[in-house]
């Protein structure tokens, strides 16, 4: 699976996400219920968008190896996580439950694909795939992981089935413009993306794919000059702490030799 086959803007499939199997654990059994369902504190379909209402807040969100608590003022919840077939539909509803804490809409949100990894796994190929998220006209949120098994067409099947794709292609260059714009935008504004670029210029190893961004046009001198300009910085506090010290040292030394001889 690469990531120019997911890449572009992608919205959540409302309807199949809700309606995504998982299981709730209470007293140590496990009962099949759904990602809608885990939501409905929360959220609620109206005329086939998914609006917020005023649920219990989240206090608190844990990935415990096996299972995912969520704590509300009601008390804890727990759903079961890495379980056959269903390592997808927890980790979404973990991502989801985040983005909602932070209080982003997932399901208003643009999700941009900017890396597809292998990740370890004893049982079936599974890929572990990031995304970056737009919304109001800016980076909302990056960094955004989601687990999927199976077959590369298998992974395809269910990306494609929860990520609507509004269809870029050469009959839509605004769409794909605006693709190019937000890419550009993630490679030279947040951390994930600039080490994507710098991790491509060492020249060593795994190359992380770099989507819409012509390699011709980076420029890695301007990364250097940033961190060339951080460190600059720091070191300009810690010569201004450093002298600060000082003068506090002699004046202690000052007083100190005064109240001797007087």
């Given at each position: 699976?690469?990531?120019?086959?997911?890449?572009?803007?992608?919205?959540?499939?409302?309807?199949?996400?809700?309606?995504?199997?998982?299981?709730?654990?209470?007293?140590?059994?496990?009962?099949?219920?759904?990602?809608?369902?885990?939501?409905?504190?929360n959220?609620?379909?109206?005329?086939?968008?998914?609006?917020?209402?005023?649920?219990?807040p989240?206090?608190?969100?844990?990935?415990?190896?096996t299972?995912i608590?969520?704590?509300?003022k009601?008390?804890?919840?727990?759903?079961?996580?890495?379980?056959d077939?269903?390592?997808?539909?927890?980790?979404?509803?973990?991502?989801?439950?985040?983005?909602?804490?932070?209080?982003?809409?997932?399901?208003?949100?643009?999700?941009y694909?900017?890396?597809?990894?292998?990740?370890?796994?004893?049982?079936?190929p599974?890929?572990?795939?990031?995304?970056?998220?737009?919304?109001?006209?800016?980076?909302?949120?990056?960094?955004?992981?989601?687990?999927v098994?199976?077959?590369?067409?298998?992974?395809?099947?269910?990306?494609d089935?929860?990520?609507?794709?509004?269809?870029r292609?050469?009959?839509?260059?605004?769409?794909?413009a605006?693709?190019?714009y937000?890419?550009?935008?993630?490679y030279?504004?947040t951390?994930p993306?600039?080490?994507?670029?710098?991790?491509?210029?060492?020249?060593?190893?795994?190359?992380?794919?770099?989507?819409l961004?012509?390699k011709?046009?980076?420029q890695p001198?301007?990364?250097f000059?940033?961190?060339?300009?951080l460190?600059?910085?720091?070191?300009a506090?810690?010569?201004?702490?450093?002298?600060?010290?000082?003068?506090?040292?002699?004046?202690?030394?000052?007083?100190?030799?005064?109240?001797?001889?007087?």
């Amino acid at each position: 699976m690469k990531t120019e086959r997911i890449s572009g803007a992608r919205h959540l499939n409302a309807q199949a996400v809700w309606n995504l199997p998982i299981q709730r654990i209470e007293d140590g059994v496990c009962t099949d219920t759904t990602i809608g369902e885990a939501f409905l504190e929360n959220w609620r379909e109206e005329n086939g968008q998914m609006v917020e209402i005023n649920g219990e807040p989240i206090l608190k969100i844990d990935f415990v190896m096996t299972y995912i608590s969520v704590e509300t003022k009601s008390g804890i919840a727990r759903y079961a996580a890495l379980v056959d077939g269903k390592a997808f539909n927890s980790q979404l509803l973990y991502e989801l439950l985040k983005l909602h804490k932070k209080g982003l809409n997932p399901f208003a949100s643009s999700w941009y694909c900017y890396n597809v990894s292998p990740f370890w796994s004893d049982g079936p190929p599974t890929r572990s795939l990031l995304f970056f998220l737009v919304a109001d006209d800016k980076i909302v949120a990056d960094g955004v992981s989601i687990v999927v098994e199976g077959s590369e067409e298998d992974a395809q099947e269910k990306i494609d089935q929860i990520f609507e794709n509004p269809m870029r292609g050469a009959d839509n260059e605004w769409g794909n413009a605006y693709d190019a714009y937000w890419y550009r935008r993630f490679y030279t504004e947040t951390t994930p993306g600039k080490v994507m670029i710098l991790r491509n210029l060492m020249g060593e190893g795994y190359f992380p794919e770099i989507y819409l961004y012509p390699k011709e046009q980076w420029q890695p001198r301007s990364l250097f000059i940033q961190i060339e300009g951080l460190l600059e910085r720091n070191n300009a506090l810690l010569s201004r702490v450093n002298s600060w010290l000082a003068a506090l040292t002699i004046f202690a030394i000052l007083a100190f030799i005064w109240l001797l001889f007087h």
